[in-house]
RNA sequence: GGUUCCAUAGCUCAACUGGAUAGAGCAACAGAUUUCUAAUCUGUAGGUUCCAGGUUCGAGCCCUGGUGGGAUCACCA
């Protein structure tokens, strides 16, 4: 870091001294591997004050620095990029730094506090493959601003209450003969979910003999005879299919008998029915049960937890308050709006005329929340990207109402998990569940660990151990590897294989450096007279990681420091296989490449310490 | 239809935010185990970066217009 400082500081001299040009910002990048040098400076943008060729330019430059710079070993130009060769006795005493010292992150975080939500479940269904993506995403999020001095709350709304849970509860009641997840061996959130099927089955079949009923048909016929629909018709669509779907929040709105027993339930549960409390109280318990186990199992955790049944009514006093400063305005019928259309959006409802809140209130409100708890600079949602329109109005109406904070929010959005043959959505019914898919990557961790036939001499308990830390890390790296923005393709086939660009491959190079160890028992840092180009490699692929992990940080992407561990864990396995690291001749080279695979390993362990995956010692 | 995100090798993804000859892994083919762990390594093949213009020394990246796909546009959460 020092060095990159004190080498602009020479090259803006150079500039100065040769063209008498006073540059601003100079910037180096990193050579590109097809030619020899380590550092490039692009000298394009200087030839208007040079008023010389590009290549006599950067000549100009490079000897300048040459001789003012002693790192500089040499340099070369082509065309306009001129590459500076760095000398071997920097890069061996950047290698005595690294080991003396360790991985050592500027903390750009430094005293500044942030509040990440994540996870966010809702309590009528188990976890499925895009929780898991939001968990994994937001919980390394949160350990790598974490190692950039970031003070971090990990924190998890809970959504319990509402329609979806009341669906669930109805249908236990109903039809569950009292079954617990003690009388049935089903999981709580799993026993929960199954009723919530329940309910949608039920409900699409009292929906099906109503479509074929007179008031069906009738309704059927109207809409056969809108304007719409003719559209439709000309476009040749099923038009029985669009009808069925898009009245179905109609017929559960105003028809529905079990539409409207579910809906007197939640209104019983706002009322504070003992009841329908006690109902829900039990059920959610059962949930939370599942749910632990599933956190636990996926290795994330929470510092601070919002149950939404406590924080659902906060946003009511700030809408009041956004009434009298002008930042609302009301309408006739009661209800509450807000004017975004001169940022571009449209009016949007924060109170219904009934006096009740929307889901924009709600979090109007646990914003507020959030900061009188924790004053915190910044804070951060893991929220899939079908919400990008919620969380930019959520921030311009914050701003209306002058909310200090409302600068420091970030809605770290991630794209849909789509699976090979089509995209993934409870609703479809296509959910690949979160348990039994970590059941099934650490199932086949285990039949490959045992095809290899490597597991003597270690026990039962070490070995499942091994097979959970390499079937879960499998897993998260599969899902952490991939930019958080992008929509991804899950490939059940892919994620289990565990060659190339995988957490097992990288957990493999890990245990090898282990028992490298092991075996070397001890050695200390000595430097070698030269160096070669897998060792330099490796040297300039960890000194190059603190700054992927500050990157990863701004750029709000775990999967910058994925790439770095997984180039550095390569450029490994080559060093490995093309030198005798024990086996060296000389005692100074052995101690040399020892220190070098010791501090890769610790860097690869650091690497996915930050992406919450573990790695073993033996495998 | 309005807004917005995306499009890179047969497949899954990269490309340090405008730099050089666009890189990995998988799949395919050809090789390498007297070894500190072969879950490894080496090589071959694979590209008009969706299309057409523009901006400049220089574009996968920026601008305009298309094409194709996703999301969103609820007094649902």
New binding site residues.
Partial sequence: MEFQQSLKTQTVNALKHLYNYDATDI?F???????T?DL?L?V??FLRFSKKKPEDTANDIGLYLKEHVSEIADFNI????L?LELSSDFWLDVAKTQTEQGIQIPLIGKGKKVVVEYSSP?TNKPLHLGHIRNNVLGYSFCQILEANGYEVIKNNLV?D????ICKSMLAWQKWGNNETPESSGIKGDHLVGKYYVEFEKQFQAEYGTWLKSEDGTSAYNTFCKSPAAEKLKNKGEDLFKTFKSEYK?TYFNTISQIGSEVKQMLQQWEEGNKEVLALWQKMNAWVYDGFASTYQRLGVSFDKIYY?SDT?LLGKAIVKEGLTTGAFYQ?E?G?IWVDLTED?L?EK?VQ???G?S??IT?DIGTADLKYNDFKMDSFIYVVG??????FKVLQLILKKLNKTYAEGLYHLSY??V?LPEG?M?SREGTVVDADELMEEVVNT?KQ??EE?G?TEGMSDDELKE?YET?GIGALKYYLL???A?????Y?PK?SI??????A??VQ??Y??I???LR?ANNFQFEKPEVLNDEEKSIIVLMN?YPSAVN?AAS?Y?P??IA?AV?DLA?AF??F????????AKESTVRNFRLSLSKQCGETIKHGFGLLGINVPD??
């Fill in positions: 910037s990048e990193k050579t590109n591997a097809n030619f040098g490039t692009v394009f943008p082509v065309k306009g990029f590459n809702n959504n209450r509402g329609i979806h929040n939404e659902y309408k019928d209800s571009g449209d409802i219904r005329a009934d009740t929307v889901y709600q990207n079908e919400q990008d329109y919620h794209g849909m789509d995209k959505k961790a490959q660990t290899l490597k091994l390499l590897k991939v930019d923005k992008k929509r991804m393709l490939d892919e294989d565990f060659q190339g660009n995988t097992p491959f493999y190079t245990t090898r282990s028992s490298l075996a190059a990157a750029n992407n999967s910058e790439n997984y390569k396995n080559k490995y296989h093309e030198h005798s690291i024990l086996g033996r495998m």
